[in-house]
């Protein structure tokens, strides 16, 4: 079965600073990798997402996630968080021919 | 701008009453996913549609609860009766689906926010 964990409730960060939301995950196969954001009241909106190709992959409003097979890692990152980064993240994996499975997320609180 | 609509938004209703959540999927989507998110268990997948044909309803409560898509632009949420232990955000999501289904993203409605009392 395939599982996503995300180790941190919560990560505080301050504005300017560089951020890490951190996803682990067991996958049958090649895992299909994906980051969402959630805002109050809103539903999930896609970040982006690894197939295949460099480990690097980059997304919208600034973020980028890193693929790490070995350590079976895909860790969101962003250079300089912003305040209007505050959000719930949610990483989320598929294994070919099954479901989504999302991790319990993670809030990100930037601090100005 | 295609999005995936939902309604209603918030639906509060009482112990024992009928609640119906619709779901608009984007338009040319053939896969449609129901979530349901609450504190406590975080995002859990609900029933999952290919082509309208329902894949994967292990994660709904059998006895209480039933998804249909009577067609392509329309799914449906149905509680009967609702008990306090489902409220919850409910989220409609779609995708391209396909070959690619595996590997393509999911788009998410706005959620309905369901309150029994």
């Known amino acids: 079965a395939q599982s996503v964990a995300q180790p941190e409730d919560q990560v505080n960060v301050a504005e300017g600073n560089p951020l890490t939301v951190k996803c682990t995950y067991s996958?049958?196969?090649?895992?299909?990798l994906f980051w969402y954001v959630q805002y109050p009241n809103r539903g999930l909106q896609f970040l982006l997402k690894?197939?295949?190709?460099?480990?690097l992959v980059k997304g919208s409003y600034g973020f980028e996630a890193e693929f790490n097979k070995s350590q079976t890692s895909f860790h969101l990152k962003k250079p300089s968080a912003l305040v209007s980064d505050s959000a719930l993240y949610f990483c989320?994996?598929?294994?070919?021919?099954?479901?989504?499975?999302f991790g319990p997320g993670t809030r990100l609180s930037v601090l100005p | 701008d295609a999005r995936v609509t939902q309604t209603p938004r918030h639906k509060v209703t009482e112990m024992g009453q009928e609640v119906t959540m619709r779901c608009q999927p984007i338009?040319?989507?053939?896969?449609v996913f129901w979530y349901r998110q609450t504190m406590m268990q975080g995002l859990e997948l609900l029933a999952y549609?290919?082509?309208?044909?329902?894949?994967?309803d292990s994660g709904m409560p059998k006895d209480r609860f039933s998804a249909e898509m009577p067609d392509a632009t329309l799914a449906t949420l149905k509680i009967q009766p609702s008990e306090p232990r489902d409220s919850a955000v409910y989220f409609c999501?779609?995708?391209?689906?396909?070959?690619?289904?595996?590997?393509?993203?999911?788009?998410f409605g706005p959620g309905t926010r369901l309150t029994v009392l």
């Open positions: 338009l040319g989507h053939n896969t």
């Open positions: 989320a994996v598929n294994g070919y021919g099954q479901n989504f499975v």
């Open positions: 996958v049958s196969g090649n895992p299909y």
């Open positions: 549609f290919r082509n309208r044909a329902p894949l994967d």
């Open positions: 690894y197939i295949t190709g460099d480990n």
């Open positions: 999501a779609s995708g391209p689906g396909g070959d690619r289904a595996t590997y393509n993203e999911q788009f």
